[in-house]
């Protein structure tokens, strides 16, 4: 079992930034493949980033490419996920997931990931 707790949500105006962090706990975090997905109201939860057990490969939604960025410490057992150049649009819940799986297949669906934060909010003001 892997714990997840978010942090570094908030309030701030357009084109500011935020960090989350995701601190793991319970298992070896090095182990997994770690992620973030959001959720808009009213929406479903989507795909934002990911990150290889080592760190060395990321990928990223189309909609975040260039302003987000996503990274971890294996050392300290945490994920962040550097936001930049923030839009109204994206205001939502943001979760940290987990996955323990080698292959990368279907890595923006949700069934793909095996454990989740509770999430922490960000919201955007115009």
């Known amino acids: 079992q892997v714990q997840l707790l978010e942090s570094g949500g908030g309030l701030v105006q357009a084109g500011g930034s935020l960090r989350l962090s995701c601190a793991a706990s319970?298992?070896?975090?090095?182990?997994?493949?770690m992620g973030w997905f959001r959720q808009a109201p009213g929406k479903g939860r989507e795909f934002v980033a990911a990150?290889?057990?080592?760190?060395?490969?990321?990928y990223y939604a189309d909609s975040v490419t260039g302003r987000f960025t996503i990274s971890r410490d294996n050392a300290k057992n945490t994920v962040y996920l550097q936001m930049n150049s923030l839009k109204p649009e994206d205001t939502a819940v943001y979760y940290c997931?987990?996955?323990?799986?080698?292959?990368?297949?279907?890595?923006?669906?949700?069934?793909?990931?095996?454990?989740w934060g509770r999430g922490t909010q960000v919201t955007v003001s115009s």
């Open positions: 319970g298992r070896t975090f090095s182990n997994y493949k």
């Open positions: 997931t987990a996955d323990s799986a080698v292959s990368w297949s279907d890595y923006r669906t949700i069934a793909r990931w095996d454990y």
């Open positions: 990150i290889s057990r080592s760190g060395g490969l990321t």
